[in-house]
């Protein structure tokens, strides 16, 4: 499955059926129509759900819901928001970080939070 918002969607419905939901109830509880998810679902969906109801839909089945958002192809809105502030700066430092180990990105992540803090080296 090369098309991700087709990964997206088997994802979804694997995780919706192990957890017990009719497609009927999970679209009422996500507050989408039926026929959406399974279009969704089965790849077949001009686009993603927004990032909010992808949130939600990974909230209900507990799963990472940033993770579902990336899989769905979406961006968190506090995310956008926050390269939105400072849109040269913030793509630059994810540009640089790309390449960084998991705990790299461990290590950034805690610096920058205490930084964030008034912290400081």
Avoid: C
């Avoid at 991700?4 to 939901?21: C, I, M, N, S, T």
């Avoid at 993603?48 to 979406?74: N, Q, T």
């Avoid at 995310?79 to 180990?101: C, F, G, H, Q, Y």
Wanted: proline content about 7%; charged content about 35%.
């Amino acid at each position: 499955m090369s098309d991700p918002l087709q990964h997206f969607g088997a994802v979804l419905r694997k995780r919706r059926l192990e957890k017990g939901y009719s497609l009927r109830k999970f679209a009422e509880l996500v507050e989408i129509s039926p026929t959406y998810l399974s279009l969704v679902e089965t790849g077949k969906a001009e686009y993603a759900p927004a990032a909010e109801r992808v949130r939600k839909m990974a909230e209900l089945l507990g799963a990472d819901p940033d993770h579902w958002i990336a899989l769905a192809g979406r961006m968190p809105e506090d995310v956008k928001k926050i390269i939105l502030k400072d849109p040269e700066s913030m793509p630059a430092l994810l540009r640089a970080a790309k390449n960084l180990t998991p705990e790299q990105l461990k290590r950034l992540i805690a610096k920058a939070e205490r930084e964030g803090k008034g912290g400081g080296d």
